[in-house]
């Protein structure tokens, strides 16, 4: 397996369009999450969901931020309208229950 | 509610330990585990502790739990340059909903 996959690596984009990030989970995991680094704040949880559906979806920011699985497959992160704050390190990670999480390399957004 | 804390910053100089210490809440986590990251990279599983274990040794690495105090350390025996990364700890939280919660990490300075 190639591991978590996210996608773009890089993301560049002006204060206001939609932002999309992508993530391919680890084949045979039931558990996906999407966290978000800054300096400031560390390592936040935005959302996890278990077998693609959404557990937990408190730590998403705002109404701006949206998460969808609609497969055990594929999973998205969407930002409507960006704003420069929303500037991060997004990543994704997969597990199966109890067992170790694996990482994607992340996304790095700067919304400008 | 869940909250795990990690001091921001311990430098140390080459050949000497290095303690990483952790605080969790949910005295119901399962597993407590130890991640890294380096520059540039997402997190990497270091090591994991069972809740019923008090110790566990892995190579350099020794990982300390007290339950009572919910107080979780790593530490790096013979700290190589290597070695500078920053270091998260995470719990299980919720048992079996599987949500997995990272410390603030910490920045592991290793001089020369």
């Known amino acids: 397996d190639a591991g978590v996959i996210q996608s773009p690596r890089h993301e560049v984009t002006e204060m206001g369009q939609e932002v999309t990030l992508r993530c391919k989970p680890i084949?045979?995991?039931?558990?996906l999450f999407w966290y978000r680094q800054t300096m400031m704040r560390g390592l936040e949880l935005l959302i996890y969901?278990?077998?693609?559906?959404?557990?937990?979806d408190s730590g998403m920011p705002e109404d701006r931020f949206s998460a969808k699985m609609p497969n055990a497959s594929f999973s998205t992160l969407k930002i409507q309208p960006s704003e420069p704050r929303d500037s991060a390190v997004y990543f994704c990670a997969s597990r199966f229950t109890g067992g170790e999480a694996f990482f994607g390399q992340g996304t790095r957004l700067t919304v400008v | 509610g869940e909250d795990v804390e990690q001091s921001l910053f311990l430098s140390v100089r080459e050949g000497d330990s290095s303690v990483i210490n952790c605080t969790y809440t949910?005295?119901?986590?399962?597993?407590l585990y130890w991640y890294k990251q380096e520059p540039g990279a997402g997190l990497q599983l270091l090591t994991y502790i069972f809740s019923n274990m008090d110790m566990k040794q892995d190579q350099r690495l020794t990982v300390l739990l007290n339950k009572k105090d919910k107080h979780l350390s790593l530490r790096i025996a013979d700290t190589q340059t290597g070695d500078s990364a920053i270091y998260f700890c995470?719990?299980?939280?919720?048992?079996?909903?599987?949500?997995?919660?990272f410390g603030t990490g910490t920045l592991l300075a290793v001089q020369p």
């Open positions: 995470a719990e299980t939280y919720g048992g079996a909903t599987n949500k997995l919660i």
């Open positions: 949910d005295s119901s986590s399962t597993y």
């Open positions: 969901f278990n077998n693609n559906v959404p557990i937990d």
């Open positions: 084949s045979g995991h039931n558990s």
